[in-house]
């Protein structure tokens, strides 16, 4: 689910073209937009505090075949929501895990391991190593 969440909704339409259909579903609960809090804390063993709220998108569908899915997303794509919420209840049938996990899951998340180490290349090109010289006296 984090990988449906984390994706750009364009790219995750894309993925979705090469499967060839999911199942019908109904609307459990329609995309509903509201705030979160996100918390932050300073250290890893520094006190918690409220750091900024965040915008979010859920829905639930349940589709043909019984199984129920949910989605949060960041931001208010409503369409990005349902897509993933009908995902994650395809993602729970065992005929249909397998041949999505390939077509979308692998795919997505190879992407954003991609992403990832791009931008960790871009961050270690501008790191600064300091260093002393001993100079053989205490």
């Given at each position: 689910?984090?990988?449906?969440?984390?994706?750009?909704?364009?790219?995750?339409?894309?993925?979705?073209?090469?499967?060839?259909?999911?199942?019908?579903?109904t609307v459990l609960r329609r995309p509903e937009t509201g705030l979160s809090m996100v918390r932050g804390r300073v250290g890893a063993d520094g006190e918690a505090f409220n750091f900024i709220e965040a915008t979010l998108t859920r829905a639930s569908v349940t589709d043909q075949n019984g199984y129920t899915g949910h989605s949060y997303i960041l931001g208010r794509n409503e369409e990005h929501a349902v897509v993933a919420a009908?995902?994650?209840?395809?993602?729970?049938?065992?005929?249909?895990?397998?041949?999505?996990?390939?077509?979308v899951i692998e795919p997505l998340q190879a992407l954003e391991t991609a992403r990832h180490a791009a931008i960790e290349a871009r961050a270690a090109e501008t790191e600064v190593r300091f260093f002393t010289m001993a100079t053989g006296r205490l």
């Open positions: 689910m984090g990988i449906l969440a984390r994706t750009e909704h364009d790219v995750l339409t894309q993925h979705l073209q090469q499967v060839e259909s999911l199942p019908s579903f009908r995902l994650d209840a395809a993602l729970q049938n065992p005929t249909l895990r397998e041949g999505l996990m390939t077509a």
